[in-house]
Each structure stands twice: as structure tokens, then as C-alpha cells.
């Protein structure tokens, strides 16, 4: 009985033994990057708060119904002008593009009253894709507040807010 022995480096199933956990070690340290590089921001840190502030919501969504509030918004190059509809008038409104999943992406800008029923602002490059818009008013005098919001498609040269 002649058995030829190989090299052990020349045996097939040995090398099946070594990749599937070395494959497993590979995978777990990509997880583990991927994980420490990219924090997640899709569960807020006071999640109590921020539940008891729905109500809070639902009533300056109402104001704004009940103020008949409706908004133009256009972009033009780096500025971003507003047209407000409405039996409301103040000098400064504020405009939040949220991004669905990022919140480091988040950006508030104050938009400045330029004439009737006009504001002017300075916009942020926005990356494309979905964003939720809010336009609020009188955010110092929360019995006077209001909110309107929608869901956007960025490009876009002009949208409206209900």
C-alpha cells in the first residue's frame, strides 16, 4: 500500500477550514468600522419629550389651518426666496430642511421680511434626495405660534407648503 502524501498546503478541505472563519473575522471588523463611522441619529436621545411635544404640534399645525397660512418657496442660485399667504404678518419666519435619516445634515435658516408677504434667506447646498420642510412663525411667543410642513424632493426650483 503506497498512500502519496501531499504538501499540507495542497489539500483542498484544509483551506475550506481556514477561509469560512477568516471570511467570518473579515466581515465582523467591516461591521464593526461601519458601525463606529456612521452614528445613528433616528431615535432622539429624549424620546419622552419629544412624544408629549405632539400635541404641542398638532395645535400650531391647526393655528396655521386656522390662519389660512400657505407658502411659495423658490430657490435662485444661493438664495431662497418666500411667498406667505395668510392673516399673519411678522418680521422673521423660520425654515428647517430635516433629512429623513441624517440628522447631521439637518439646517435652519431665518428668513428675513423684505415687503409684503415676501422673505428673503440664505440656503445651504442641500443634498438630493427626500427632505421634510417645516415654515414656522413666532417661535418667541409659543400661545402665537404656527407650523405647516411637508415632505420635498431636492432638485427642485420651487415648492409649496400647504
Same mark, same amino acid.
Given at each position: 500500500?503506497?498512500?502519496?502524501?501531499?504538501?499540507?498546503?495542497?489539500?483542498?478541505?484544509?483551506?475550506?477550514?481556514?477561509?469560512?472563519?477568516?471570511?467570518?473575522?473579515?466581515?465582523?471588523?467591516?461591521?464593526?468600522?461601519?458601525?463606529?463611522?456612521?452614528?445613528? &441619529?433616528? /431615535?432622539? @436621545?429624549?424620546? #419622552?419629550?419629544?412624544? =408629549?411635544?405632539?400635541?404641542?404640534?398638532?395645535?400650531?399645525?391647526?393655528?396655521?389651518?386656522?390662519l389660512g397660512i400657505k407658502a411659495v418657496v423658490q430657490f435662485q442660485s444661493q438664495t431662497l426666496l418666500l411667498s406667505l399667504k395668510?392673516?399673519?404678518?411678522?418680521?422673521?419666519?423660520?425654515?428647517?430642511?430635516?433629512?429623513?435619516?441624517?440628522?447631521?445634515?439637518?439646517?435652519?435658516?431665518?428668513? &428675513?421680511? /423684505?415687503? @409684503?408677504?415676501? #422673505?428673503?434667506?440664505? =440656503?445651504?447646498?442641500?443634498?438630493?434626495?427626500?427632505?421634510?420642510?417645516?415654515?414656522?412663525?413666532?417661535?418667541?411667543?409659543?400661545?402665537?405660534?404656527?407650523?405647516?410642513?411637508?415632505?420635498?424632493?431636492?432638485?427642485?426650483?420651487?415648492f409649496q407648503l400647504p
Amino acid at each position: 500500500m503506497n498512500i502519496e502524501q501531499r504538501p499540507w498546503y495542497k489539500e483542498g478541505y484544509l483551506w475550506l477550514v481556514i477561509m469560512l472563519p477568516a471570511v467570518v473575522v473579515v466581515a465582523a471588523i467591516a461591521t464593526l468600522v461601519i458601525a463606529a463611522r456612521d452614528e445613528q &441619529s433616528l /431615535v432622539t @436621545d429624549d424620546y #419622552y419629550k419629544a412624544g =408629549l411635544a405632539i400635541n404641542t404640534d398638532k395645535a400650531k399645525l391647526s393655528r396655521a389651518e386656522s390662519l389660512g397660512i400657505k407658502a411659495v418657496v423658490q430657490f435662485q442660485s444661493q438664495t431662497l426666496l418666500l411667498s406667505l399667504k395668510g392673516d399673519w404678518v411678522g418680521e422673521q419666519l423660520i425654515l428647517t430642511f430635516n433629512h429623513p435619516t441624517l440628522a447631521s445634515r439637518d439646517t435652519e435658516i431665518a428668513l &428675513s421680511r /423684505v415687503g @409684503d408677504e415676501q #422673505y428673503i434667506g440664505h =440656503l445651504p447646498t442641500l443634498a438630493e434626495g427626500p427632505w421634510n420642510v417645516m415654515l414656522q412663525g413666532d417661535i418667541d411667543q409659543p400661545d402665537q405660534s404656527w407650523r405647516i410642513n411637508r415632505r420635498i424632493t431636492v432638485p427642485t426650483s420651487q415648492f409649496q407648503l400647504p
